[in-house]
């Protein structure tokens, strides 16, 4: 018997569930192919790095589909069931698919824990779902960003007062201060098909500054692949060393294209940011992630209220 219930999808990148996973891990990131010796050392040496080896992005990614699920209740009570999947880890995002099928949901909505959208991110996510859920005969439909919802906005503006709150105190009233707004790199490539993706978050950023009074900023870049193809720059480091150069005594680190705390926060940020900060003579304060936020489970929850009422309801 069909389940008259709407399924929520809910994905994210994924990460390995202890030590023992990351070979798997990293082998389905690059389809199929083992990493290298030196590759493996290294991943693993920065997850020992962040709290000796603990996988954040996965329970962070757990309670957010729990709030998101309280959310729902609150909004619609009895009309949506969260299901979770991942892009490279267990739950694959078919299993999620598969687990809505199993329980009858003939009707589904995806969203992704990121609010920017990307033909190389969160397309590829609801294409996998999208094609799984044509398969067992479920309708699906996607929330493709939510980047300018006015929760969203409403959650990182306090997040940045506080943290330059902090940073001023830190460095003193007198000092010129920078906030660095930034996102996960893709390759250039993503610019010959006219992706959202940078337009998108220069647009967060750019309200998120306006409504928080921060009127000097730039938006960097960070993360990027190691591959043989160009990525997005500049890199938050050498944003950070032209920064320094021009005077300024404090940074305020906002990476608004992720929504809790990972590697490439707790550690491209947190260390790596962190250590290149005290090098270049500067304090660095990165604002607190979203997490489970009751302002970001609202814009989660406003987000598939808005589809599933456009097309099941």
């Known amino acids: 018997m069909a389940n008259s219930k709407i399924g929520v999808l809910v994905m994210s990148y994924g990460t390995p569930e202890s030590m023992d996973g990351i070979v798997?891990?990293?082998?389905?990131?690059?389809r199929g192919h083992a990493p290298t010796p030196e590759q493996l050392a290294e991943l693993r040496g920065r997850y020992e790095a962040v709290a000796g080896g603990v996988f954040p992005l996965r329970e962070n990614t757990n309670r957010q589909a729990e709030g998101l699920q309280k959310a729902l209740d609150a909004m619609a009570p009895g009309r949506y069931v969260v299901y979770q999947g991942l892009k490279h880890a267990r739950p694959y995002i078919e299993d999620g698919v598969e687990a809505m099928a199993a329980d009858g949901v003939k009707q589904a909505v995806g969203i992704v824990l990121a609010p920017h959208y990307s033909t190389m991110s969160v397309g590829s996510y609801m294409q996998r779902a999208r094609e799984k859920a044509e398969e067992l005969s479920i309708k699906f439909a996607s929330v493709d960003s939510y980047h300018l919802h006015p929760k969203?906005?409403?959650?990182?503006?306090s997040r940045v007062n506080s943290a330059f709150a902090e940073l001023r105190e830190a460095v003193g009233e007198d000092q010129p201060l920078k906030a660095l707004f930034s996102a996960h790199s893709l390759p250039v490539r993503i610019r010959e098909v006219n992706d959202p993706y940078e337009e998108q978050l220069l647009a967060t950023s750019s309200l998120v500054a306006e409504r928080a009074g921060v009127t000097d900023w730039a938006f960097t870049w960070q993360s990027a692949g190691r591959t043989r193809e160009p990525w997005l720059g500049p890199d938050i480091l050498e944003t950070m060393k032209e920064v320094a150069e021009a005077g300024y005594k404090g940074v305020l680190s906002a990476p608004i294209g992720f929504v809790s705390e990972h590697l490439e926060v707790l550690y491209d940020i947190d260390i790596e940011a962190q250590a290149a900060a005290k090098e270049l003579?500067?304090?660095?304060?990165?604002?607190?992630?979203?997490?489970?936020?009751?302002?970001?489970?609202?814009?989660?929850?406003?987000?598939?209220?808005?589809?599933?009422?456009?097309?099941?309801?």
């Open 24 to 30: 798997e891990y990293y082998t389905h990131i690059r």
């Open 281 to 313: 003579g500067m304090k660095l304060v990165r604002i607190d992630m979203l997490g489970t936020d009751p302002l970001y489970m609202e814009t989660l929850a406003d987000s598939v209220e808005q589809v599933s009422r456009a097309v099941y309801i």
């Open 152 to 157: 969203l906005i409403e959650a990182l503006e």
